[in-house]
């Protein structure tokens, strides 16, 4: 194309002044006609980095019809006179087809003119992986291509020849830019530079992209940069770099079904064509189910779909024996239809440092799809340890700026290779060891002390465990499995009837078993049934409960059984015992003779609990002189620590004594007239409740037991209602009417009484409001 003197020549070399150059490195004749500097960097260059170099016709290409929209925009792009940017960052997974849309893309720009050169890095190749050739290749291609600039550059070469041989900035602004700026009021030239991961070194990846990013480098207006990697951590970190925000214009190769579905049916029809074997075999083949399944394992991404062809293409087998195996990844022989794709993937596990522990965080991110702080609190890490461990694996991986979203693999293929022995040998996950180490790891987690985290794993590791099947590998897990804390178990939406009941079961069959731990988990599932109640758990024997069991099932009206330990001061075991005494399970003597015991009735159990409450706030407000240091209460630090959006202790000190003030409030109300009681109420620290929103409840319900009192009056409910130093603070607030007051009490109310009859306990020991 002519269309002034500058003419971009397409590799066509016009005849030159000079003779023939002298013989190039591979033994090619130099360029005619433009003397030493190009002869000189003819030898330099790397001839196989071109993108129609001679055994080119091997390296990836986009099939027919793929990749369309990719290809325009990115066309679009870079003859566009007038782009925002003139870099552009082509990333995606490895594998994801970026060589392909690449070499597609430089072919397509070589037909328009506009190619100003270009380099394919190849991992490990002996020429291609060397930076240091770069820019002298590219500088070789410019001149060539561009008629303008061969005499410029050449002359550089001339004067200086060692220019071959200098860094990689020095080239890139002496061999490129300076000559190119005669060029500068044409169009654009684009130099692609793919898989700059590929390139030996992570220093000289960077050093390039220095040398193309830095505002410094002040490049000629017509050149446009098309740079395809791998999304690799240390690359991304220098596009990130404030330094380069907005030079450049970033494109994701993302997943497309229709472009793999696209690629497969062509080949699976040329296979169909081709294959001798094939002539009798009914079309559609595959059939369209088939067909839809190795879309879907492709995840979207041609690594797998272009593996499962090569494998099935194989002219010395028959391609539907090969099919049958791709579909069966557990046939023998399928591991060799994925050779291409585990010897991928093994590359860059091989290249990841610290393998050994990398490979527990894989096993957790295969098995529990769980996120970078996850994964540092379930391995005790500190901070940001997982995330520099799979710093290499990015292209495999993928990891969000946001540490809690959830890591994964960028292709299902991955996940299979990693937990198939015979595929990925010494990296494999899914063996047995590997799998008891991995719950080894979380059950230490989930038996430690309770920590602020809302890691609501224990659904998943409980199925994780029963799917280990049972053995005396296992019979290390016990110890673990009976040291579970249980605020993890009772904690709400953590696990489920259905979680407890698998647990007990896979236990039962373990023949190794120790009955003690399976006692322990038949009682949390008793327990847990209590409050989430599930059909077929009942008590066996109708059993007059003791005072302190009658005090926990009050409770239970009002609080959620993880909660019970802390606000009542017992231990797990304590409640445990107590609760288990109404289980089907447990032998001793209330059992064998039932009821005949003087029962303890549930207002005065609300009393005896009420005055408990009422205490402990009034320690909780002295030992921390009354709230501002808010580390001396026990219950402060487990609030903390249970409720992760609490921000600090201060606040976690204030909403457990506002915990406490409403359960009083409800206590209260459920107890017989009892003065006690009344005289307790106004040991209460003003500043604890009268100054809160909680002074509405207590009011209120305090001034409804009032009413009970046999000598009630008027006088003394009004009394209690004006108490409140402040009484501004003190009337029903809009936010708090009376009725969802009372309707939150009848709840509590109505919720301890279908416990009385879901456990069968006698009626006498309902509430009647
Ligand atoms: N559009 C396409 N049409 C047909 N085959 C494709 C296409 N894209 C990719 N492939 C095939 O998929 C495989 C992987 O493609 P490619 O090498 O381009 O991926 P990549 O993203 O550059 O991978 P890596 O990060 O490992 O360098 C190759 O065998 C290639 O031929």
């Not at 087809?97 to 270009?118: E, F, P, S, V, Y």
């Not at 808010?630 to 620590?641: E, G, I």
Request: charged share 20%; proline share 6%.
């Amino acid at each position: 194309m002519a269309d002034d003197g500058n003419v971009i020549n397409n590799y066509h070399i016009g005849g030159g002044r000079g003779g023939a150059g002298g013989e190039g490195r591979n033994g090619a004749g130099g360029v005619g006609g433009q003397g030493m500097g190009i002869d000189i960097l003819h030898r330099a260059a790397t001839l196989e980095a071109v993108h129609d170099s001679a055994d080119s016709f091997m390296e990836p290409k986009c099939h027919p019809k793929t990749r369309t929209q990719m290809l325009k925009d990115l066309r679009k792009w870079a003859l566009d006179p007038c782009p925002k940017t003139s870099i552009l960052w082509l990333y995606g997974p490895a594998g994801a087809g970026k060589t392909a849309i690449m070499r597609t893309l430089a072919t397509q720009l070589h037909d328009d003119t506009r190619l100003g050169g270009c380099f394919f890095f190849k991992r490990s190749h002996v020429t291609r992986s060397n930076a240091r050739t770069l820019f002298t290749t590219i500088a070789y291609q410019l001149a060539l291509n561009v008629e303008s600039l061969r005499t410029p550059i050449s002359e550089v070469v001339e004067k200086n020849p060692l220019i071959v041989g200098l860094s990689i900035r020095t080239q890139m602004q002496q061999l490129i830019s300076e000559p190119c700026r005669a060029h500068e009021d044409r169009q654009s030239l684009v130099i692609v530079i793919d898989g700059l991961d590929e390139c030996d070194g992570h220093a000289f990846q960077g050093e390039i992209l220095r040398a193309i990013l830095d505002p410094s480098s002040n490049h000629p207006i017509c050149f446009r940069f098309i740079i395809a990697s791998r999304p690799e951590a240390h690359i991304r970190e220098m596009f990130d770099s404030p330094v380069h925000s907005g030079r450049y214009h970033s494109v994701n190769v993302k997943q497309s079904f229709d472009d793999v579905r696209k690629y497969l049916c062509d080949e699976f029809s040329r296979i169909h064509r081709e294959h001798y074997t094939m002539a009798k075999i009914p079309l559609p083949w595959p059939t369209p189910d088939i067909l839809q399944k190795l879309v879907e394992n492709s995840s979207g991404h041609f690594i797998y779909a272009s593996t499962i062809i090569k494998f099935i293409d194989d002219k010395s087998y028959r391609p539907t024996e090969r099919l049958e195996m791709v579909q069966d990844p557990n046939s023998s022989g399928s591991e060799s239809a994925f050779d291409t794709l585990d010897q991928l993937y093994r590359t860059i596990l091989c290249s990841a440092t610290r393998q050994s522990q990398l490979i527990p965080i894989l096993c957790a991110i295969v098995y529990f799809e769980l996120g970078v702080s996850e994964i540092d609190q379930f391995f005790g890490f500190t901070e940001g340890e997982t995330r520099l461990l799979l710093r290499g694996l990015h292209s495999v991986l993928q990891l969000w700026s946001d540490d809690r979203r959830e890591i994964h693999s960028h292709h299902a293929s991955f996940v299979d290779f990693l937990k198939n022995p015979d595929r990925s040998g010494n990296f494999c996950v899914g063996t047995l060891n590997r799998r008891i180490g991995l719950a080894q790891s979380l059950l230490q987690f989930y038996a430690s002390l309770f920590q602020r985290n809302e890691i609501r794993c224990l659904s998943r590791l409980i199925d994780f465990i029963v799917s280990l099947p049972p053995s005396n590998a296992v019979a290390e897990l016990f110890p673990l499995i009976a040291s579970v804390n249980p605020h993890y178990i009772f904690r709400p939406a953590y696990l489920s009837n259905v979680d407890l009941a698998s647990i007990t079961s896979w236990l039962k069959n373990n023949p190794s078993a120790p009955t003690d731990v399976i006692q322990l988990w038949e009682d949390y599932a008793f327990m847990f049934s209590i409050e989430w109640p599930t059909e077929g758990v009942s008590v066996q024997y109708i059993v007059s409960p003791s005072p302190e069991l009658l005090r926990i099932l009050v409770s239970l009206g009002f609080l959620r059984l993880y909660e019970l330990p802390t606000t009542l001061d017992l231990t797990w075991t304590d409640l445990r015992a107590t609760l288990c005494r109404l289980g089907p399970s447990f032998v001793g003597d209330e059992h064998t003779l039932p009821v005949h015991q003087q029962q303890t009735t549930s207002p005065w159990a609300a009393r005896d609990v009420a005055l408990q409450l009422i205490r402990k706030m009034v320690k909780n407000h002295n030992d921390t002189n009354g709230g501002a240091n808010p580390s001396a209460s026990r219950d402060a630090v487990w609030m903390y620590n249970a409720y992760s959006y609490i921000h600090n202790l201060k606040e976690a000190y204030t909403q457990f004594q506002h915990g406490l003030g409403i359960n009083i409030s409800s206590l209260v109300r459920l107890s017989p007239p009892c003065p006690v009681l009344y005289r307790e109420l106004w040991s209460i620290p003003p500043s604890e409740i009268w100054s809160t929103w909680v002074s509405d409840k207590l009011i209120h319900h305090v001034s409804k037991w009032l009413k009970t009192f046999p000598d009630s009056t008027t006088d003394l409910i009004t009394f209690w209602q004006q108490a409140a130093p402040d009484p501004k603070l003190c009337h029903i607030s809009p936010y708090n009417p009376g009725w969802i007051t009372e309707s939150d009490w009848r709840d509590g109310v109505r919720s301890y009484n279908d416990m009385i009859v879901r456990l069968h306990l006698p009626n006498s020991l309902k509430i009647i409001t």
